[in-house]
């Protein structure tokens, strides 16, 4: 039987980034992408949530330990978000300055990406389906150890219903309307996308 769950586009007006355990000892458990694939699309959606002027959370889990800082990236380009470091609890919604964190964005849509998959996104983005939210999951800035796990996340998520999402096509929801601003859309996509760049740049010998 086929429980389909309805279309829900993403509301730029309506919606939070939660970036968790983006942290540099988590990073080298990824291995359904390659290293510098997932660091860049990782900072894709970092970019785009600041491209889209989106309320946006960051969190750790146990940096002191062997699963290490945030990324510095992020935190140089969201010197002013809001901050959880987590002492120890594993899933980030168990965390309640995290979840005020979260509340006081006032937005029901919540876009959710992570490391690694099967806990550190699907226990948060499961918790906040519990409690009423959308709740939006980027695949592909979301890595683990393999194909396998991944693909039971993915699966569990879903049958809670959790939508699941690249981040292009994130933004290009979000953005509705290449004419809302051609430019700077194109600069996002070109700055994280080699094909796109050529794509722009053989645009731009016809004019």
């Known amino acids: 039987m086929s429980h389909s769950v309805p279309y829900r586009r993403l509301d730029k007006n309506d919606a939070a980034v939660l970036l968790v355990d983006h942290q540099t000892g988590l990073c080298n458990l990824v291995r ?25 959370i960051l969190t750790t889990s146990f940096e002191n330990g062997p699963n290490g800082p945030l990324v510095p990236e992020l935190k140089e380009l969201f010197p002013d ?50 409690e009423g939210y959308e709740v939006f999951v980027v695949t592909d800035a979301s890595g683990t150890f393999n194909q396998t796990t991944r693909d039971a996340a993915w ?17 290009c929801e979000l953005h509705r309307d290449w004419r809302n601003d051609i430019d700077g859309l194109a600069a996002l996509f070109s700055n994280h996308i080699p094909a796109y760049r050529n794509l722009m740049n053989s645009h731009g010998a016809k004019r």
Request: proline residues 5%.
């Open 81 to 130: 978000a809001p901050y959880i470091a987590r002492p120890g609890n594993i899933n980030a919604w168990d965390n309640e300055d995290f979840v005020k964190a979260v509340k006081a964005t006032g937005k029901k849509q919540l876009i959710i990406a992570g490391v690694v998959t099967e806990v550190c996104v699907a226990f948060p983005a499961l918790s906040a389906r519990e």
């Open 155 to 171: 699966l569990r998520m879903q049958a809670a219903g959790v939508h699941l999402m690249t981040w292009f096509g994130m933004a």
């Open 32 to 56: 359904d992408f390659s290293p510098d694939e997932f660091k860049n699309i990782v900072l894709a959606l970092a970019d785009s949530a600041k491209y889209f002027k989106l309320p946006t």
